[in-house]
């Protein structure tokens, strides 16, 4: 099953070129009224035709617009196999992109073909991240699912009203959308979703069609949201699955991928790196010094050194749309932090911040006396305890005196291109260091407000364990420490005190679906806790351990009162004295 990651690749880039290279034969346009007599007039549009003709126009503007954009596109696939005994399909294998889109060159850029073989391609996407392979194939693949048609004119397609809806809070027109017959390879081909102010796209769902010979098109269900003023809608989350797409002899593709784009008001990297990756401090950056009469003592200046090198590690990694500005999230976990602190009486200084890497990989790590932990992480972490278990691990690190390399503090090693990220830095530790911070960690969690609830901490790691072999791409580390040490899983001791885990028991809750817990704004970065309500668990099938799941985003608009980020945020605010509770989901 190890090539089916292969396969998806090498479908995409049949399927894509083709639809690069699809014929639009010049024919007739020929307006499809049906249902338009029966259209309910919308204020501004005042006819089905008018509906249609506005989204067009909008959609070539969206086009125009995305040209400019370069956001991260981060696309988590897994490959599927059917467990009789779950009565469900289980993750056996996965495939981990992350880039930045391009679009900038068209439709006709030769470079998207001139690019490695369809098996070296496969291969390169495999492997080890610090290939991050380059954004020119990315509008092949997943990231073209962002793009409902390259040329999306009425001569093509049939439409046809299907009713109002709504998207959370944003009113819909729903249109199914079919090409026309010689309309050419790779039209789109389902139901879209308009809203009714500005007329932009919010959703599509559905394939492009008709695929070539021998080659395919996936199905995918992509959503847009309203990011900023002026009704500008951009791409955000695409999920796409296949269960019984056969492509080759007594071959089926069957998997479930989320794709999510963020970073659009990212610096422009692209112009900037292509002289140099120096960047002049803006002038309101450079402190006064002279003020300060002392000169600094050797330890002073040694931890100076250190914070130079924290710093420009933490600025590098926001700056390239890694890691999420400084936010509410932060503060939830500081605060499990503190309470581990207060109740162990450690004072460090400096203070300890927490921030969060926007990926999906499972990883935490620490720079300097800085606590990273991923997006996906929070997301699969069964509750505070949980939470708790990997801070502490972190926070024994700092406590013990671990150091960055502080090789970073030199400026100059922060020159390097965005796409070197991952091979320059790596904040990864050796396993002395590991095995010390795991003892200590235990030691701290023993001493703390989780003592007590240590057991499904314990089971999440056995979880972690038991998916490892199939789900190799979320649970390696990228930039630092992975859950897993070779064989041995981190902070194995609490293992033992935890009960089996058990897939295939409902009521137990080992480890959560990605993307359940934090939202990230696609423009600012900007994190938010998820507002769901707690679902019963029926079946051992609903549970869905570390799996991929649909997305279902509530819509608004830019500036509306439920579409300010973080405002309505559970605040968690921090009680040195007394242990606070700060569990990401009220669990
Ligand atoms: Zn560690």
């Known amino acids: 099953m190890d090539r089916s990651p292969v396969v998806v690749i090498a479908l995409f880039l049949v399927c894509c070129a083709t639809f690069m290279l699809a014929q639009t034969p010049a024919q007739a346009p020929q307006l499809s009224t049906r249902d338009a007599a029966s259209q309910q007039a919308s204020a501004a549009a005042a006819t089905f035709d008018q509906v249609i003709d506005r989204t067009i126009e909008r959609e070539h503007f969206f086009m125009a617009q995305m040209k400019q954009l370069h956001p991260l596109v981060e696309t988590y696939l897994q490959n599927l196999k059917e467990d009789k005994e779950l009565n469900a399909p289980v993750p056996v294998s996965d495939v981990y992109f992350l880039g930045r889109l391009d679009l900038s ?12 073989t369809t098996s070296g391609l496969g291969k390169r996407m495999l492997s080890k991240l610090k290939n991050v392979y380059s954004m020119r194939f990315m509008p092949l693949g997943f990231a073209q699912m962002v793009i409902l048609d390259q040329d999306f004119q009425r001569k093509y397609y049939d439409f046809t009203f299907v ?94 991928a989320q794709t999510r784009l963020w970073g659009y008001n990212l610096k422009d990297f692209r112009r900037n790196s292509e002289f140099t990756e120096i960047t002049v401090d803006a002038p309101q950056a450079v402190q006064d010094e002279s003020k300060k009469a002392q000169d600094a003592s050797p330890i002073e200046a040694q931890r100076a050194w250190e914070r130079q090198a924290e710093i420009n590690v933490i600025d590098r990694l926001q700056q390239i749309g890694l890691l999420a500005p400084e936010g509410e999230i932060d503060k939830v976990l500081q605060t499990v932090v503190n309470n581990v602190m207060v109740t162990n009486n450690l004072d460090i200084q400096p203070e300890i911040h927490c921030r969060v890497l926007l990926t999906t990989p499972l990883e935490s790590f620490t720079i300097g006396h800085t606590i990273v932990v991923s997006r996906g992480m929070i997301d699969v972490l069964p509750d505070e305890a949980s939470l708790a278990m990997i801070l502490t691990h972190e926070l024994a690190h700092i406590a013990l005196g671990h150091r960055l390399n502080t090789k970073m503090a030199f400026n100059d090693r922060m020159f390097f291109p965005d796409e070197r990220t991952f091979e320059r830095m790596d904040f990864a530790r050796d396993r002395g260091e590991e095995e010390a911070a795991d003892k200590k960690a235990i030691e701290l969690l023993n001493n703390s407000p989780y003592k007590d609830k240590l057991s499904n901490a314990g089971l999440f790691l056995k979880a972690v364990q038991a998916r490892a072999p199939q789900l190799k791409n979320l649970i390696r580390a990228h930039l630092g420490d992975s859950l897993l040490n070779g064989d041995a899983t981190r902070m194995s001791s609490l293992m033992t005190a935890s009960p089996q885990f058990d897939p295939k028991k409902a009521d137990q809750i080992a480890a959560l679906p990605l993307g359940g817990r934090v939202k990230v704004d696609p423009w600012t970065e900007q994190l938010e806790l998820i507002k769901t309500k707690p679902v019963a668990i029926t079946a051992a099938a609903d549970k869905m351990p570390f799996e991929v799941t649909p997305f279902f985003p509530f819509l608004t608009r830019f500036g509306s009162a439920s579409a300010s980020p973080n405002k309505a945020a559970p605040a968690a605010t921090p009680t040195p004295e007394k242990t606070a509770t700060a569990s990401p989901s009220g669990q």
Do not use: M
């Open 105 to 116: 060159s068209g439709e006709t850029d030769d470079r998207t073909f001139s690019s490695p």
């Open 163 to 256: 009713r109002r809806e709504f998207l959370g809070e944003i009113k819909c027109i729903v249109i199914d959308v079919a090409p026309k017959k010689d309309a050419g390879n790779g039209r789109f081909l389902g139901r879209i979703w308009i809203e009714d102010q500005d007329y932009n796209i919010v959703r599509f769902n559905g394939t492009y069609y008709p695929h070539p010979r021998s080659s395919y098109y996936l199905h995918f269900d992509s959503w847009r949201q309203n990011l900023r003023p002026g009704g500008v809608w951009l791409p955000s989350l695409i999920y796409s699955e296949e269960s019984d797409l056969k492509y080759k002899l007594g071959q089926t593709l069957n998997y479930k």
